[in-house]
Structures are given as structure tokens and as C-alpha cells.
């Protein structure tokens, strides 16, 4: 038991570290969840199975709430215990980090709308290809951030940064080839449309996975690296002392 200021003032500690790895835990396991709706979206589209896709669509919307319960405690942390340093910037990149996780599920289910679709309207169209290869990127994109956020790992973050490149090439490659493929044969256009969105719905995917590394940058190093270029992002990192990087683990996991 904690008698005096000084005993008070250790419980008090103790009990705000709790809360933080509370949020932390609460934000990967959302990211599971999200991980998981994106693989399932992708599942029912070059499956054909609309069954799946109506189930990972009603999860999203447990994922929309969990969105809302983390941000929700993330801004009275803020308002009662007041934090600094490397604390705040945990409850911020964790609270920015549940808002692009809540996005990555939007597109997911956005996805599974198409898959339905498709399914009702006859034969698989032309772009699967183009699906699955975007769809292993994305996904691997996303596992790969919730990885380095359960780690604070920046080199994996940045490495999901520097992929989202790779996604945006290959989405404008696909791009091109569909929108040539509905020219020569106007009857497709119905059908082709539906996966063009899909593939906008995987290029955003790619897109908040890239946030989400951005988040844990800021988290871990301190310099918010949004809206920056990947050579800018890789100075950063360079910058940052291998002894100042593990302290900052240290506070920011304790």
C-alpha cells in the first residue's frame, strides 16, 4: 500500500501507464480486425462469395465503434492526466492511427459492396489479376505497420512508407490496361467499372497503411513527418541516435 505524496504520486504513474498500454492494445487489436476485413473482402471478390462479403461488412461496423471508444479515451487522457513528451505523443499517434484503421475498413467494405455486385451480374470480369497482385501488396502493407507498431520498429515503418510507391505504379498500370480494355469492348464497361473501384478502394488502402507509418515516426522519434518525402522521412530516421530511439521505446511502451 502507498502512503504519502510520494506513494500517491508512484499510483498515480502506475495507473496512467496501465491506461496507455490499455489504448495500445485497444488500437492493434482494432488493427487486427481491420487486417482481417481487408483479407476477407478480398476472399469474397476473387471467391465469388457474396456470403463473406455481407458478413465483413457488418463488422465494419464494430469497427467504426471501436474507432469511436478509443478516440473517446484518448481525448479524456488528454483532459485529465495531461500528458508530456513521449506520453502525448503515444495518445496522439494512437488516436490518429484508429481514425486511418477506421478508413482502411471503409474501403474494405466498399470492396465487399463491389464483390456483391459482381457476383449478381454474371462471370468474373477482367482485372482480377490486377486485384490480387495490388490486393497482396496492400495486405502486406497493413500486416506489416501493425507489426512495426507492436514493435515501435521504425525501419518496417518506413519500409511501408516506401511501398505505398510500388502500389500507386502498379494501381495506374492497372489503371491504364482496364481503361483500354472498356475502349476495344464497350459492352465490358459495367463490369470493368466495378473493379476499377476496387482498385481505388486497394490504392487507399495503400494510402492510410502509409499514414499509419507516419504515425509510429512521430510517435517514436518526435518529428511529425507528414506530407513529407521518403528521403525527407529517411533523414529523419537516420537523425534519430540509436540511444535516443530506445529511450523513447522505453517511454512510450512503459
Not at 29 to 51: C, F, I, K, T, Y
Not at 168 to 177: C, G, I, K, L
Not at 183 to 194: G, K, T, V, Y
Not at 208 to 225: C, F, K, M, P, W
Request: with cysteine; glycine share 4%.
Amino acid at each position: 500500500m502507498f502512503t504519502g505524496k510520494e506513494g500517491f504520486s508512484r499510483h498515480i504513474s502506475q495507473q496512467f501507464n496501465h491506461e496507455l498500454e490499455d489504448i495500445r492494445t485497444q488500437m492493434l487489436a482494432m488493427g487486427g480486425q481491420v487486417e482481417r476485413q481487408v483479407s476477407d473482402a478480398l476472399d469474397a471478390l476473387l471467391n465469388n462469395n457474396p456470403d463473406l462479403a455481407e458478413e465483413s461488412r457488418r463488422v465494419d461496423r464494430q469497427t467504426n465503434q471501436m474507432e469511436l471508444d478509443i478516440a473517446d479515451q484518448c481525448t479524456k487522457m488528454i483532459a485529465i492526466r495531461q500528458p508530456t513528451a513521449s506520453d502525448l505523443r503515444l495518445i496522439v499517434a494512437i488516436s490518429r492511427a484508429v481514425s486511418d484503421l477506421e478508413r482502411i475498413g471503409d474501403e474494405a467494405s466498399r470492396i465487399c459492396q463491389h464483390a456483391i455486385e459482381i457476383a449478381q451480374s454474371g462471370p468474373a470480369p477482367r482485372g482480377y489479376q490486377e486485384v490480387r497482385h495490388i490486393g497482396m501488396l496492400v495486405s502486406s502493407m497493413v500486416r506489416d505497420i501493425l507489426t512495426a507498431f507492436a514493435r515501435d520498429d521504425l525501419e518496417l515503418a518506413y519500409s511501408v512508407a516506401k511501398q505505398d510507391t510500388n502500389v500507386d505504379q502498379e494501381y495506374r498500370s492497372a489503371m491504364r490496361s482496364l481503361v483500354t480494355y472498356m475502349m476495344e469492348d464497350p459492352r465490358s464497361i459495367s463490369s470493368i467499372l466495378n473493379v476499377i473501384w476496387v482498385l481505388r478502394s486497394l490504392e487507399r488502402i495503400g494510402d492510410h497503411a502509409r499514414n499509419l507509418s507516419e504515425h509510429l515516426i512521430y510517435q517514436v522519434s518526435g518529428t511529425d513527418v507528414r506530407h513529407q518525402s521518403l528521403k525527407n522521412i529517411k533523414r529523419t530516421l537516420k537523425d534519430a541516435s540509436p540511444d535516443d530511439e530506445a529511450e523513447m521505446k522505453d517511454q512510450g511502451g512503459s
